[in-house]
Nanobody, 126 residues
Framework: QVQLVESGGGLVQAGGSLRLSCAASGRTFAGATMGWFRQAPGKEREFVAAISWNHITVYGDSVKGRFTISRDSVKNTEYLQMNSLKPEDTAVYYC????????????????????WGQGTQVTVSS
């Protein structure tokens, strides 16, 4: 059974940091594009960051310069280091995998991803 399991969410004060992890199991994702998305209450799912199999990265405009995505293909795990957190970063964060990885230009599009985690809550207090 293929699974993506996020961890590392929680409550943090504005200006603080959190590191999310996404552990994959059931198959290798070494060749997949891995991404992070988030969804706040009453809002649409938003692209956060993505990393290609060869470690090319792309970020959403709202997190550039504050968040860093990385991956360890040996451990089948991706990470999201979140610094300088703001209250508007409060959301459920989801990791995702695009196993076809045909179009890097589509890395920001949620529909391109075929595996999703269950999500982890991040709450930033002001």
């Amino acid at each position: 059974q293929v699974q993506l399991v996020e961890s590392g969410g929680g409550l943090v004060q504005a200006g603080g940091s959190l590191r999310l992890s996404c552990a994959a199991s059931g198959r290798t994702f070494a060749g997949a594009t891995m991404g992070w998305f988030r969804q706040a209450p009453g809002k649409e799912r938003e692209f956060v960051a993505a990393i290609s199999w060869n470690h090319i990265t792309v970020y959403g405009d709202s997190v550039k310069g504050r968040f860093t995505i990385s991956r360890d293909s040996v451990k089948n795990t991706e990470y999201l280091q979140m610094n300088s957190l703001k209250p508007e970063d409060t959301a459920v964060y989801y990791c995702a995998a695009d196993t076809a990885a045909v179009r890097w230009g589509a890395a920001k599009i949620a529909d391109e991803y075929d595996y999703w985690g269950q999500g982890t809550q991040v709450t930033v207090s002001s």
